[in-house]
């Protein structure tokens, strides 16, 4: 975690973002050469998981939360990875900032080319490491009511509601259909990454 000055001191003037590559002070991994990083306002962090855990115990009740505490850990993580660290860090506040930078491995990663992704590096990180991402994104982009907004983000459903959200989804927007991402399958129709030989 780093700790981020925004301002001049003197008068508040904000300084704005920084890049998450820029947060970086030497990480590397003796083993895998490809690396991607993101970052994230710690208070940004925070909130997700608090406005999260308020959601679900609000919607599915405190008893189904905690009976799938587990589950529901490890979906926010996910989601925060993808909606809340990006590619740059936008300051808001004067004065002192937490920062938390990410690092990941990512050799098998395909080549981002901007003029077919237009939503960053991170953004195209997710659509090729976390099949709930690429679905959020493939039906965005691609569905009847497509809205086609980088920004659109992951649902916060009970348990049993988000595992049937994805799965009504997955055959029609599972498959990759970027070209270019990992598992493309350049037919007439976009098989899961499991049926891509």
């Known amino acids: 975690m780093y700790r981020i000055h925004s301002s001049d001191g003197r008068s508040c003037k904000l300084l704005g973002s920084s890049s998450s590559a820029d947060l970086n002070t030497g990480s590397h991994d003796n083993c895998i050469s490809q690396l991607h990083y993101a970052a994230a306002l ?16 609000d919607s599915c009740g405190k008893a189904a ?16 990875n993808c909606y809340v660290f990006t590619d740059t860090v936008n300051f808001s506040d004067c004065g002192s ?30 659509y090729n ?15 009847n009511s497509a809205k086609k907004d980088c920004q659109v983000k ?11 959200w994805y799965a009504n989804l997955q055959s029609t927007y599972g498959g990759a259909r970027v070209l270019g991402s990992n598992g493309y399958y350049a037919g007439k129709h976009f098989p899961t990454n499991a049926s891509v030989q």
């Open 42 to 57: 710690m208070s940004d962090i925070e909130k997700a998981r608090s406005d999260y855990e308020k959601h679900i115990i």
């Open 129 to 143: 490491t976390y099949q709930d991402y690429r679905i959020v994104y493939n039906q965005n982009f691609y569905g």
């Open 97 to 126: 900032n937490q920062v938390v930078m990410r690092v990941y491995e990512a050799d098998s990663m395909p080549r981002l080319d901007p003029h077919i992704w237009t939503c960053g590096e991170h953004a195209w990180f997710c």
């Open 154 to 164: 992951g649902p916060w459903l009970c348990k049993e509601s988000s595992i049937g």
């Open 65 to 80: 939360y905690w009976a799938n505490k587990a589950w529901y850990d490890a979906y926010i993580e996910q989601w925060i």
